[in-house]
């Protein structure tokens, strides 16, 4: 089993509607990441939590540390919002990130 | 825009080949770390470098090694080249500080390995 566990793999929705992704990590960490690849490779940073929530934009990302999961909310989805949504924690007391494999979303008009 | 930038961004190459993949860290960072992204997959954390030093390593051989240069800019160098080398590579910096360590990612080098 992954350490990190990310759910759906893929999702399809139409613009405007509210999306959540799903995040569960098996292991002490001492911050999580949401991190958002374009087809072509390139990875931006959304958020990083070590607890509570945060909010940019139209995105929110929650932290339950207690229940080792953490959901990336996306409000009135847009097509370009079509993109790979990456889960990523940092282990506690190591450098390493551990990535999910990702959430494949596609936004249609 | 980031501010690291990753060279070259596409190479071919073929089984038993050495190369070398630059990365460009985003001006006062003190710190890299390199991803490996098959196809399909997640990032798969290589190592990471603060201030020249290696500072941890995932669970790559030996042939995949790196170095940090004093300018923060670094390198990825992989030997013996096999199949499963082909992947994205990836770069990130970052400035090490308590509470915050986000990291910013270069747009990848993709290599084939024929």
């Known amino acids: 089993k992954n350490e990190v566990e990310q759910s759906p793999q893929n999702l399809t929705a139409q613009e405007g509607e509210f999306i959540t992704i799903n995040c569960s990590y098996s292991v002490g960490i001492s911050a999580l990441h949401w991190l958002q690849q374009h087809p072509g490779g390139g990875i931006v940073s959304l958020f990083m939590l070590s607890s509570g929530k945060k909010k940019h934009g139209r995105l929110i990302a929650t932290i339950n540390i207690q229940e080792k999961h953490s959901s990336l909310h996306i409000t009135a989805s847009h097509p370009r919002d079509s993109a790979v949504y990456i889960c990523?924690?940092?282990?506690?007391?190591?450098?390493?990130?551990?990535f999910g494999k990702g959430t494949k979303l596609t936004v249609n008009p | 825009e980031t501010g690291v930038t990753q060279s070259p961004t596409h190479l071919i190459k073929t089984r038993g080949q050495q190369v070398t993949l630059r990365c460009s860290s985003q001006s006062g960072h003190n710190t890299v770390s390199w991803y490996q992204q098959a196809l399909g997959q997640g990032p798969q954390f290589i190592f990471q470098?603060?201030?020249?030093?290696?500072?941890g390593r995932g669970n790559f051989p030996p042939r995949f090694s790196g170095l940090q240069f004093p300018n923060y800019s670094s390198e990825l160098n992989v030997n013996a080249l096999e199949l499963d080398d082909s992947a994205l590579y990836l770069c990130?910096?970052?400035?090490?500080?308590?509470?915050?360590?986000?990291?910013?990612f270069g747009p990848g080098t993709r290599l084939t390995v024929l």
């Open positions: 990130a910096s970052s400035l090490r500080r308590t509470g915050e360590d986000t990291q910013y």
């Open positions: 470098y603060y201030r020249e030093e290696e500072n």
């Open positions: 990523a924690v940092k282990k506690g007391g190591s450098e390493k990130l551990v």
